[in-house]
């Protein structure tokens, strides 16, 4: 290969600072008001009524969350709604010590995978952990919601705060 | 099956944290240095494939619109493509179907990234990966899906975070030899372990960095492959597969997608034995492990075994089987379709012996290249040779 | 084409101005489920799958991800290009045309009623250096070039009152158009200017809806009851900037023809096609992509479907509603070679087009 051509690096001083160059700034207004569909339309309401639903395919026999209205292996319709706890098991977890543009938290936020018991193993959701020191935290630890009270719920996930282990 | 298909020449632009070029600067950099390689001029092409990842890293809806400028599309059958991260494996995929169809002769095929645009970071255009009504809420970064993945991977086989760390020292060695390397270097594994943690199991120096940049090829059908240079690289095997995206319902330590790509890749390449039959790969290593990871789904590792054969020194540029001689993403850097382009190119230029200082030393007979990408979901894979 | 290629399936939702009942995943895995009953196939035996979609429409960035369930195809080969329908339909047949693979679906879906800053989002689309700060209303492209292609052409805007009328009338007999409406050519001069000479009632509305089409290789299609047979495809792009954009005509489209018509060996459009679905996105797009096909005044029917103008523009989904429209006329026996065509929309001069047939030629 040859010696590259071009992609001239510009340092943050460069670009922010030494006036060299100029910059053309724009925030787009991108808006949008999702249709949730049947079946997270259902998931949502139930999670502001304090529940975690599942659906059925009768098919393939699985019980998935987050719910949806077909089958996406057996390709149907799915058949029906089946309650779920609002316990689980960490599938996975991280300390996350970084906000999304790179700023440092000093207490970490702790997204996991948790298997939602009640659903077919290795079906979760991913949520938050809390309420534990985060050297604490193990995968295949059984945890449980920990609800927003009911006034404060939206329909969102966010109802649930935060899953907190349970011995 | 189909007309064979051979990449014919390839250019690729230094990978900067924040290049001074346009997104359609960047691009007509690589397009016309590939061009100038296959010795044609755009004339001589029929077809324009453009490969780029979201748009909001250059902040351009339909952005490869805006891109064609660049990438050579003005007049031309244009199309851009996109598998996310998986893209600048599969750009070259899309562009095999133009010629092994019989529809086209020669394809020009860009691949372009301009992440520094996305102010005040580049991650901020991953917050939207997430389902939007059941993920969003949480407030993810793109982390954390990577640091879930990991942890998975490693709580299934028992591995240690110093086995991952060493593909971090292997990569940023190897990229010392690439002239657009962005961060490459000799570290050791205390130094990488020592590097602050983003997100529990990864830390910083586990992590590519964000880039600007472009690479490149032009592909041709036979004849005109063998009328334009003695030594055209043949595409012999292409693989994609997309698996579902309710990422959380699957177990994320094996990437079962890319296994699938690559078993359609090695069929259609007639590789029985990936291990014997392949000399070298180049897997997408944006993090450390996904390196290790995707060595296992290509086929060239056991379940869970990379890691060792990683210590054993197998993986090495002077070993049984060179993983990311480049450099990788660790290394050169991750600009990211354009990434995936650069682990095509690195085939290229292996198996023509123009590598130079990161030329393997072994006689090279057929190489794999593979990117993955979107919610741990994607595998497209390339199998190349002489 | 040396080996033929079928479309033996075509599933699509009705297009609505909204569609609040449904997600962009049970609208797509209607039309899903509509196209494998009407090829007789289960989604098991779909190999491959074409989606076309853009990042900011969808408001999902790497909108890939989202493809694959409703569509049945979980760990299959799927891509996604940020194109019309009809760019996704002409790349699902060289996947079958390259001979590895046999069947291969395309889709496209629109949730327009979903995007709340559509017009702020298409000014997202121009040149972020030399356009976006001039801080125009994106629609004054259409209107300069309606104003251009005009002059050029020698027509009216009388011409484009016609065609916009006719669009919306034909909308009528077509039972999943949105925007069907007697309307006579006053009444469309009657509307608002939005970018003059361009009136709010030369504009297409945008509207939801989903379609798949299968398409399956000549030997695959062999089983198949009704096949339809891709006689020649081409897309082109035009010039990538506004300031060199030939106004006055559809240099892509050109460019796209040439290629589709000498893989279906057609030599006077006029004549060997009985039916064009093509681009109306504003009425006179209508007239221009006629000139651009070379189809002579007087030919055939164009647009009988109503259009983007009656049926509502369904945004990348388009195309492949137009093809599906062809589909239909083929198989009731209304067309034997019809053409559908499509244009991505202001800014871009992005063009794609399918030739379909009762037989491969």
């Given amino acids: 290969m040859k010696e590259p051509k071009l992609g001239t690096g510009l340092s943050s001083r460069d670009f922010f600072e030494s006036g060299r160059f100029f910059t053309v700034s724009y925030e787009v207004r991108a808006e949008y008001a999702w249709d949730t569909g049947p079946a997270i339309g259902r998931y949502l309401e139930e999670l502001k009524a304090g529940r975690i639903m599942g659906r059925r395919c009768t098919k393939c026999n699985r019980v998935f969350v987050p719910p949806r209205a077909f089958c996406e292996l057996c390709f149907r319709p799915a058949d029906d709604w089946v309650p779920l706890e609002d316990t689980g098991t960490i599938n996975t977890f991280s300390r996350c010590y970084i906000t999304w543009d790179m700023q440092k938290l000093t207490s970490p936020e702790i997204p996991a995978v948790?298997?939602?018991?009640?659903?077919?193993?290795?079906?979760?959701?991913?949520?938050?952990?809390?309420?534990?020191?985060?050297?604490?935290?193990?995968?295949?630890m059984k945890v449980k919601a920990v609800w927003k009270p009911e006034s404060e719920r939206e329909g969102a996930i966010t109802d649930i705060k935060y899953w907190k282990p349970v011995s | 099956m189909g007309n064979r298909v051979a990449v014919i020449g390839a250019g690729i632009t230094k990978f900067v944290r924040r290049a001074q070029e346009t997104p359609p600067e960047l691009a007509w950099a690589a397009a016309s240095q590939a061009l100038d390689n296959a010795g044609m001029t755009l004339d001589d092409i029929d077809c324009v494939i453009h490969g780029t990842a979201p748009d909001a890293f250059d902040g351009v809806h339909m952005k490869a619109e805006y891109l064609s400028a660049g990438s050579g599309g003005w007049g031309k059958p244009y199309t851009r493509t996109y598998v996310g991260g998986g893209t600048g494996v599969f750009a070259p995929i899309h562009s095999w179907m133009h010629l092994?169809?019989?529809?086209?002769?020669?394809?020009?095929?860009?691949?372009?990234?301009?992440?520094?645009?996305?102010?005040?970071?580049?991650?901020?255009?991953?917050?939207?990966?997430?389902?939007?009504?059941?993920?969003?809420?949480?407030?993810?970064?793109?982390?954390?899906?990577?640091?879930?993945?990991?942890?998975?991977?490693?709580?299934?086989?028992?591995?240690?975070?110093?086995?991952?760390?060493?593909?971090?020292?292997?990569?940023?060695?190897?990229?010392?030899?690439?002239?657009?390397?962005?961060?490459?270097g000799e570290l050791t594994v205390e130094e990488v372990l020592d590097s602050e943690i983003l997100a529990y199991p990864v830390h910083r120096l586990m992590v590519s960095p964000t880039s600007d940049g472009a690479a490149a090829v032009v592909m041709a059908v036979e004849d005109v492959a063998k009328a334009q240079t003695g030594q055209p690289v043949w595409l012999e095997g292409v693989g994609w597969a997309l698996d579902t995206a309710y990422w959380t319902n699957r177990d994320l330590y094996y990437p079962r997608y890319v296994e699938k790509a690559a078993w359609m890749a090695y069929e259609m390449a007639g590789i029985k034995k990936p291990t014997e039959e392949i000399d070298f790969a180049e897997p997408y290593d944006p993090f450390a492990y996904k390196e290790l990871h995707h060595l296992e789904g290509l086929q060239l590792a056991p379940k869970g075994g990379a890691p060792k054969l990683l210590a054993d020194g197998y993986f090495n540029r002077d070993g049984?089987?060179?993983?990311?001689?480049?450099g990788g993403l660790l290394g050169v850097g991750n600009p990211i379709a354009a990434a995936g382009m650069m682990k095509i190119c690195e085939l290229f230029w292996q198996l023509r012996g123009e590598a130079g200082e990161r030329q393997i030393q072994k006689p090279l007979r057929r190489g794999v290249a593979q990117a993955w990408g979107d919610l741990m979901q994607v595998g497209t894979v390339v199998v190349m040779g002489t | 084409m040396s080996n033929h290629v079928a479309i033996i399936g075509c599933g699509y939702t009705p297009i609505r101005v909204a569609t609040p009942e449904a997600s962009y995943r049970e609208l797509t895995f209607e039309a899903a489920q509509r196209a494998y009953a009407d090829a007789g196939i289960s989604h098991e035996e779909v190999q491959s799958a074409v989606c076309c979609e853009e990042d900011f429409i969808e408001g999902i960035s790497i909108t890939d991800?989202?493809?694959?369930d409703q569509l049945g195809v979980v760990l299959r080969s799927v891509e996604t290009v940020g194109g019309d329908g009809l760019?996704?339909?002409?790349?699902?047949?060289?996947?079958?045309q390259t001979g590895a693979l046999d069947i291969v679906v395309v889709e496209a879906h629109s949730k327009a009623s979903n995007v709340l800053t559509f017009d702020h989002i298409t000014e997202f689309a121009l040149d972020p250096i030399w356009n976006r700060p001039?801080?125009?209303?994106?629609?004054?492209?259409?209107?300069?070039?309606?104003?251009?292609?005009?002059?050029?052409?020698?027509?009216?805007?009388?011409?484009?009152d016609r065609i916009a009328a006719k669009n919306r009338t034909n909308a009528l007999s077509n039972p999943i158009a949105a925007y069907p409406a007697r309307m006579t050519s006053e009444d469309i001069a009657h509307s608002p200017h939005t970018c003059a000479p361009l009136r709010e009632a030369h504009e297409a509305r945008r509207a939801d809806g989903a379609v798949v089409l299968v398409l399956a290789s000549e030997e695959r299609a062999k089983g198949a009851?009704?096949?339809?047979?891709?006689?020649?495809?081409?897309?082109?792009?035009?010039?990538?900037?506004?300031?060199?954009?030939?106004?006055?005509?559809?240099?892509?489209?050109?460019?796209?023809?040439?290629?589709?018509?000498?893989?279906?060996?057609?030599?006077?459009?006029?004549?060997?096609?009985?039916?064009?679905?093509v681009d109306d996105l504003y009425a006179h797009?209508?007239?221009?992509?006629?000139a651009a096909l070379g189809v002579k005044n007087g030919a055939a029917g164009v647009n009988p479907s109503g259009g983007s103008l009656g049926m509502g523009h369904t945004l990348d989904a388009i195309g492949l509603y137009r093809a599906a429209m062809c589909v239909d006329a083929i198989r009731s026996g209304r067309s034997k070679v019809a053409l559908a065509q499509s244009w991505r929309g202001v800014p871009t001069t992005s063009v794609a087009m399918s030739i379909l047939s009762v037989n491969h030629g």
């Avoid at chain 1, 948790?114 to 979760?124: F, N, Q, S």
Wanted: proline content about 6%; some cysteine; aromatic content about 6%.
């Fill in chain 3, 65 to 68: 991800e989202y493809t694959p």
């Fill in chain 3, 225 to 277: 009851e009704r096949p339809v047979w891709i006689r020649g495809t081409g897309w082109a792009n035009d010039s990538p900037t506004l300031e060199s954009r030939p106004w006055g005509k559809d240099g892509a489209t050109e460019a796209a023809a040439r290629i589709a018509y000498e893989e279906a060996g057609i030599r006077d459009p006029s004549r060997e096609i009985d039916l064009f679905e």
């Fill in chain 3, 87 to 96: 760019h996704g339909l002409g790349i699902a047949a060289m996947q079958i």
């Fill in chain 2, 320 to 326: 049984k089987l060179p993983s990311c001689p480049s």
């Fill in chain 3, 285 to 290: 797009r209508e007239a221009m992509a006629l």
């Fill in chain 1, 114 to 140: 948790i298997e939602i018991d009640g659903a077919t193993p290795g079906h979760g959701i991913m949520h938050m952990i809390g309420g534990v020191d985060p050297d604490e935290i193990k995968v295949g």
């Fill in chain 2, 100 to 184: 092994a169809s019989g529809k086209f002769k020669t394809a020009l095929v860009v691949c372009e990234e301009k992440m520094s645009s996305c102010q005040p970071h580049p991650q901020g255009a991953f917050i939207t990966i997430f389902d939007h009504t059941t993920e969003r809420a949480l407030g993810p970064n793109l982390l954390w899906i990577f640091a879930l993945e990991q942890h998975r991977y490693m709580s299934v086989h028992g591995i240690k975070n110093e086995q991952i760390a060493l593909a971090s020292v292997k990569n940023k060695h190897n990229a010392r030899g690439h002239p657009s390397a962005q961060i490459g």
């Fill in chain 3, 134 to 160: 001039l801080g125009f209303h994106p629609e004054f492209i259409a209107g300069m070039e309606m104003n251009r292609f005009l002059h050029e052409a020698k027509l009216s805007v009388e011409d484009c």
